[in-house]
């Protein structure tokens, strides 16, 4: 859902703030290029946001018996070296 939402808002910002004219006038090449452009950074601002709870769950998944608080406690199983 965050790329989506964020997809949008980038598009929408790009042809209101960089883009002169609007969007229903621009050539197909300028459109695909600023749709490019914002699933680009869309997928860049996916990644940073849902990094951390991805290796929450990634350790989650590896570590037998360990819970999300272990991991914030620092138990022996937050100590595990991650690959």
């Known amino acids: 859902m965050m790329k989506f939402a ?3 808002k980038i598009v929408e910002s790009l042809y209101k703030y960089a883009i002169p ?3 229903d006038q621009c050539s197909k090449e300028l459109q695909l290029g600023v ?3 914002g699933g680009y950074v869309a997928g860049v ?3 940073i946001v849902s990094h951390p709870a991805d290796n929450l769950v990634s350790f989650l998944n590896n570590a037998k018996g360990a819970t999300a608080g272990d991991v914030s406690k620092g138990s022996p199983f937050g100590q595990r070296t991650w690959s």
């Open 6 to 8: 964020s997809f949008e």
């Open 35 to 37: 749709s490019f452009a």
């Open 21 to 23: 004219t609007p969007k």
């Open 45 to 47: 601002f996916c990644a």
